[in-house]
Structure formats: structure tokens, C-alpha cells
């Protein structure tokens, strides 16, 4: 898949759930792909090493036939080995200039703001493709991450990357964060939870059309 334009990283942007069952994880991601999910992060903090690479291949295969990136969440050397879209970078996970010269200009590299226009400014500069700020409301996937005001977002839309919102989103907050100016949300449990997640999928993109 060649660079998606900065279009591409609109709309319902999912992160997988912390799945051990490779089955089961691509079950759940296939419903979501089939409800329009626009983008996928590969996360999964309780597998790794081969078991994390063989589920990252296997959903690199599935987002490929939904022409849907994939990118992995921390891991440029796993993105760069699988060949995936791209890699979502905290500021623990390594630099944007490293991450750029491994994966080459066509792969997407995204950036964790947290609560940080500076950030934010220094990653477009480094030439992240999207920023994200978050968490917009409490997470209990996440409970001790930051909390972010969304009035960065239009200040950070002025860098001219998409603007990524994440954290506590639910189909009840989303409306208010893209009204905030998100040009996506990354949702984790409020889709994987979901009775029909495909059906969830679809009303988080409702959203963006
Ligand atoms: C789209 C998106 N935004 C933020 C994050 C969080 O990244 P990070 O700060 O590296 O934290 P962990 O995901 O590693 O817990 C993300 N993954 N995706
Ligand atoms: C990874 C991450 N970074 C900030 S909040 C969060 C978790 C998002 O998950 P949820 O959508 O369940 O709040």
C-alpha cells in the first residue's frame, strides 16, 4: 500500500483489544473491518514476541484485503519485518527521524501528544503523518493515562496532519470530539464491548460523513 493522504486517517481509527487467541482476535477485527473501521493499530500488550509477529501478519492479510492500514502500535522493527502501513510511536518508542529512515517515506508514522501542542509541533516537524492527543475522558482501558483538553485540537489542526483523538471515546462522547476538530477517533473498548461490534464500527463512522 502506497502513503495514505492524510485523508486516510479519518474516521473510526480501532486499536485491537489485549487478545491471546489469535482466532478469536481476528474475528473480532474482521466485524469491525466489515463496519467500516478506516484504519487499524495493531496493540497488544499481553502477547509478544512471535506470537505478537504471527498476529500482526495475520491481520496485515485481512486489512490488506479490506484496503485498510495497518499499523503496529511501539514496534518499527515488527512494521518494517512485516512490511505493515505503519507504526503509531509514544515518547518512549523511539524517535520520528529513526522510525522515517527504517519504514522510508511511504509508511505512516503517527505520534502520541498526550496533552502537548509543543509535541505535537515538533512531531509534524519531524514528519509524523498524524498527531494524537489523549485520553479525551477517563479510559479504563487505560485509567492513568493523561488527561488531554480537546481544545488543542483545532490549534494542533494547523500543522496540517490529521489530528487523532483517543481515550474514554464512546458512541455518547464521540460527537463532542469531533465537533472538538478529531479527524479521527481511536476507540478500544467502547467497539470491542459492543453487543455488534460491526454495527458499533458503522455508527462511530456515522460520525464522519
Ligand atoms: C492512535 C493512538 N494514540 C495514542 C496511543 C497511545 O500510545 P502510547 O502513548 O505509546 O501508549 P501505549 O499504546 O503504548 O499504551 C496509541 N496507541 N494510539
Ligand atoms: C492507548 C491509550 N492511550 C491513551 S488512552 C488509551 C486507551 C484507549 O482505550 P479506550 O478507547 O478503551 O479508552
Same mark, same amino acid.
Not at 9 to 24: F, H, K, M, S, V
Not at 171 to 189: K, P, Q, R, W, Y
Given at each position: 500500500m502506497t502513503k495514505n493522504s492524510p485523508v486516510a *486517517?479519518?474516521?473510526?481509527?480501532?486499536?485491537?483489544?489485549? /487478545?491471546?487467541?489469535?482466532?478469536?482476535l481476528l474475528d473480532l477485527c474482521k466485524m469491525a473491518l466489515a463496519g467500516g473501521a478506516t484504519v487499524l493499530q495493531y496493540r497488544?500488550?499481553?502477547?509478544?514476541?512471535?506470537?505478537?509477529?504471527?498476529?500482526?501478519?495475520? %491481520?496485515l492479510a485481512m486489512c490488506r484485503a479490506y484496503r485498510v492500514p495497518l499499523i *503496529?502500535?511501539?514496534?518499527? /522493527?515488527?512494521?518494517?519485518?512485516?512490511?505493515?502501513?505503519?507504526v503509531h510511536l509514544g515518547i518512549d518508542d523511539g524517535d520520528i527521524t529513526?522510525?522515517?529512515s527504517t519504514l522510508g517515506a511511504s509508511k505512516i508514522i503517527g505520534a502520541s501528544c498526550y496533552n502537548n501542542l509543543g509535541l505535537a509541533q515538533q512531531a509534524a516537524r519531524l514528519g509524523a503523518d498524524y498527531v494524537a492527543?489523549?485520553?479525551?475522558?477517563?479510559?479504563?482501558?487505560?485509567?492513568?493515562?493523561?488527561?488531554?483538553?480537546?481544545? %488543542?485540537?483545532?490549534? #494542533?489542526?494547523? %500543522?496540517?496532519?490529521?489530528?487523532v483523538a483517543i481515550g474514554g471515546i464512546t %458512541?455518547?462522547?464521540? #460527537?463532542?470530539?469531533?465537533? #472538538?476538530?478529531?479527524?479521527?477517533?481511536?476507540? *478500544?473498548?467502547a467497539l470491542w464491548n459492543a453487543a455488534d461490534i460491526k454495527a458499533q464500527a458503522n455508527q462511530f463512522n456515522q460520525l464522519f460523513s
Open positions: *486517517i479519518r474516521g473510526l481509527y480501532a486499536i485491537t483489544p489485549d /487478545e491471546t487467541d489469535t482466532a478469536r497488544n500488550k499481553r502477547v509478544s514476541g512471535e506470537q505478537a509477529r504471527e498476529q500482526a501478519q495475520a %491481520l *503496529i502500535n511501539d514496534d518499527v /522493527e515488527l512494521a518494517a519485518k512485516l512490511d505493515a502501513d505503519g529513526a522510525a522515517r492527543f489523549g485520553a479525551c475522558f477517563p479510559s479504563s482501558t487505560k485509567p492513568h493515562a493523561p488527561r488531554a483538553d480537546m481544545t %488543542l485540537f483545532q490549534q #494542533a489542526r494547523e %500543522l496540517g496532519v490529521p489530528v %458512541l455518547d462522547n464521540a #460527537a463532542s470530539v469531533v465537533s #472538538a476538530g478529531a479527524d479521527a477517533i481511536a476507540v *478500544i473498548g
